[in-house]
Nanobody
Framework: QVQLVESGGGLVQAGGSLRLSCAAS????????MAWFRQVSREEREFVAA????????LHADSVSGRFTISRDNAKNTVYLQMNNLRPEETAVYCC?????????????????WGQGTQVTVSS
């Protein structure tokens, strides 16, 4: 079992930056592929980025490539999402997810563990 707790959300102006954090419980954290999604509607979570268990590989959605960066610190059981040049349409609840699998996945149904999310609001 893995428990995930996000933090770092808030209100920022368009063009601004935020860094989200996701703290995970469990000794096996390094073995998990981690990802960030954002809730764009009640039914839909949009993939943002994913990172391999030991951080060697990452995948970013085309819409955020070059502006957002996912990283992890396995010593701290934490994954991060650095978000730069934020846009108003990126206002959403950002959620952290984990799966005990080696491979980058961009669909929410592939992830087994989820945090509650942190609200990011980008004003125009």
């Amino acid at each position: 079992q893995v428990q995930l707790v996000e933090s770092g959300g808030g209100l920022v102006q368009a063009g601004g930056s935020l860094r989200l954090s996701c703290a995970a419980s469990g000794r096996t954290f390094p073995a998990y592929t981690m990802a960030w999604f954002r809730q764009v509607s009640r039914e839909e979570r949009e993939f943002v980025a994913a990172i391999s268990p030991y951080g060697g590989n990452s995948l970013h959605a085309d819409s955020v490539s070059g502006r957002f960066t996912i990283s992890r610190d396995n010593a701290k059981n934490t994954v991060y999402l650095q978000m730069n040049n934020l846009r108003p349409e990126e206002t959403a609840v950002y959620c952290c997810a984990a799966v005990d699998y080696v491979g980058l996945r961009d669909h929410d149904v592939k992830y087994d563990y989820w945090g509650q999310g942190t609200q990011v609001t980008v004003s125009s």
